[in-house]
T-cell receptor
């Protein structure tokens, strides 16, 4: 079945440094979604990428979807302590199908 | 935005007892809901797909007789953990896709502790 690989598993950065997490699907996706989960909380939807080669920005966060629609990345510029949490990518083929989650990247930011 | 609720948010039960978790879509109808389980420091793993009006479909390795799913209406799915054991202790999260909107909405999760 479909698999979504995500690296790195953990990342520790100094506040102000940049951070990137990468996602790779075993199959071509209709879209990919990114979620953030704070410790003790539930996943919160960040963004969805649909088009091949799409790039979207949310303030300091930049999301990219690969040309082949099999890989994606999330880049955070100048991390802040509020960025702490686990970032999950999830591949989806729309409709009544479940999301297939990557294992997540846990980000720690040292002030 | 669309909201999915779960009840209870946390529950502690004794080994051998059963626990029911509810997942409700509050402002939209969901013919399908998904149940995920998340063990500490791990990713979300799909357990089963709940289908309104038909039987749930379970992922490989998930015991359908232990995790009973009932999609009672277009806004409610329930997961019952029967004869719970300590290894069932986990964070259970439901989600529902909204027709016409390419987004899934997650409930806040239910933390189950079996003693």
């Amino acid at each position: 079945g479909q698999q979504v690989m995500q690296i790195p598993q953990y990342q520790h950065v100094q506040e102000g440094e940049d951070f990137t997490t990468y996602c790779n699907s075993s199959t071509t996706l209709s879209n990919i979604q990114w979620y953030k989960q704070r410790p003790g909380g539930h996943p919160v939807f960040l963004i969805q990428l649909v088009k091949s080669g799409e790039v979207k920005k949310q303030k300091r966060l930049t999301f990219q979807f690969g040309e082949a629609k099999k890989n994606s990345s999330l880049h955070i510029t100048a991390t802040q302590t509020t960025d702490v949490g686990t970032y999950f990518c999830a591949g989806w083929n729309s409709g009544n199908t479940p999301l297939v989650f990557g294992k997540g990247t846990r980000l720690s930011v040292i002030a | 935005g669309a909201v999915v609720s779960q009840h209870p948010s946390w529950v502690i039960c004794k080994s051998g007892t059963s626990v029911k978790i509810e997942c409700r879509s509050l402002d939209f109808q969901a013919t399908t809901m998904f149940w995920y389980r998340q063990f500490p420091k791990q990713s979300l793993m799909l357990m089963a797909t709940s289908n309104e009006g038909s039987k749930a479909t379970y992922e490989q390795g998930v015991e359908k007789d232990k995790f009973l799913i009932n999609h009672a209406s277009l806004t409610l799915s329930t997961l019952t953990v029967t004869s719970a054991h300590p290894e069932d202790s986990s964070f259970y999260i439901c989600s529902a896709p909204r027709t016409g909107v390419d987004e899934q909405y997650f409930g806040p999760g239910t933390r189950l502790t079996v003693t």
